[in-house]
């Protein structure tokens, strides 16, 4: 059980969070794998990659079968997929506009298309400055280093701070750096059993939808722990 705990700031990641950007990416990704030679499905490559940073052992493992021009190919063909389709995960500008607390972005996405996504979709200025991107960091999530250089340029506590994350490599990294973790199941991506999943890697609460947590006081232990 929660102990009794007031949330003073929050970190949001983006993918699957504020975006709904994971299901797209990871649709274009699972085509050219399976254009190169290599078939996944789109729940496979769900299952096995979301959430890592480009460093991930995994994920470096996986890369090796394909040719240096793999990235180049996902690039050119996601910003079109971008333009045409992404959008805010439902209830997140709303959540946003009545949100007064501290707030900031850590995300393992590269700077560019980090800018690029919160742009496209007007959330930027919900945000500001306080934008923390994977490259700050040798080591991206489930590493907790992202989160600790962003509460360390917030001025934040992280006995403060409340982190939102959908994947399991971004509720490890939260928990390794000390902050309260929810886990957000409201993306397009979000497959059965993955609420299991998060609980596993440590999540403290579950919510779908970011307007849960517009309560008073924001005080955890009357977040619904579904």
Same mark, same amino acid.
């Given at each position: 059980?929660?102990k009794?705990?007031?949330?003073?700031q929050?970190?949001?990641?983006?993918?699957?969070?504020?975006?709904?950007?994971?299901?797209?990416?990871?649709?274009?990704?699972?085509e050219?794998?399976?254009?190169?030679?290599?078939? *996944?499905?789109?729940?496979?490559?769900?299952?096995?990659?979301?959430?890592?940073?480009?460093?991930?052992? *995994?994920?470096q493992?996986?890369?090796k079968?394909?040719? @240096? %021009? #793999?990235?180049? /190919?996902?690039?050119?063909?996601?910003?079109?997929? #971008?333009?045409?389709?992404?959008?805010t *995960?439902?209830?997140?500008?709303e959540?946003?506009?009545?949100?007064?607390? @501290?707030?900031c972005?850590?995300?393992? %996405?590269?700077?560019?298309?980090?800018? #690029?996504?919160?742009?496209?979709?007007?959330?930027?200025? #919900?945000?500001?400055?306080?934008i923390?991107?994977?490259?700050?960091?040798?080591?991206?999530?489930?590493?907790?280093? +992202?989160? +600790?250089?962003? +509460?360390?340029?917030?001025?934040? %506590?992280?006995?403060?701070?409340?982190?939102?994350?959908?994947?399991?490599?971004?509720?490890?990294?939260?928990? /390794?750096?000390?902050?309260?973790?929810?886990?957000?199941?409201?993306? /397009?991506h979000? +497959?059965e059993?993955? /609420?299991?999943l998060?609980?596993?890697?440590?999540?403290?609460?579950? *919510? %779908?939808?970011?307007?849960?947590?517009d309560?008073?006081?924001?005080?955890?232990t009357?977040?619904?722990?579904?």
């Open positions: 059980m929660l009794q705990r007031k949330i003073h929050i970190i949001f990641d983006c993918d699957g969070v504020l975006v709904d950007s994971e299901i797209l990416a990871n649709r274009v990704e699972a050219v794998k399976t254009e190169m030679g290599f078939p *996944i499905t789109l729940e496979e490559q769900i299952k096995k990659f979301v959430g890592m940073g480009k460093d991930h052992p *995994i994920l493992d996986e890369l079968k394909f040719p @240096p %021009s #793999y990235w180049q /190919a996902i690039d050119e063909r996601i910003k079109s997929v #971008y333009e045409a389709e992404l959008k *995960i439902a209830g997140t500008v959540a946003l506009e009545n949100l007064d607390l @501290p707030k972005v850590a995300s393992n %996405s590269e700077p560019e298309w980090l800018e #690029y996504k919160l742009s496209l979709t007007g959330l930027k200025k #919900y945000f500001g400055e306080a923390f991107h994977g490259k700050l960091v040798k080591r991206s999530k489930p590493a907790p280093d +992202l989160f +600790l250089f962003a +509460l360390e340029k917030m001025g934040w %506590s992280a006995t403060d701070c409340l982190v939102i994350e959908d994947s399991v490599p971004g509720v490890k990294a939260g928990k /390794a750096a000390g902050l309260t973790v929810c886990g957000f199941l409201g993306g /397009a979000i +497959l059993g993955h /609420a299991e998060l609980r596993e890697a440590g999540a403290d609460f579950l *919510i %779908s939808d970011l307007r849960a947590l309560i008073s006081n924001w005080n955890l009357k977040l619904p722990l579904n």
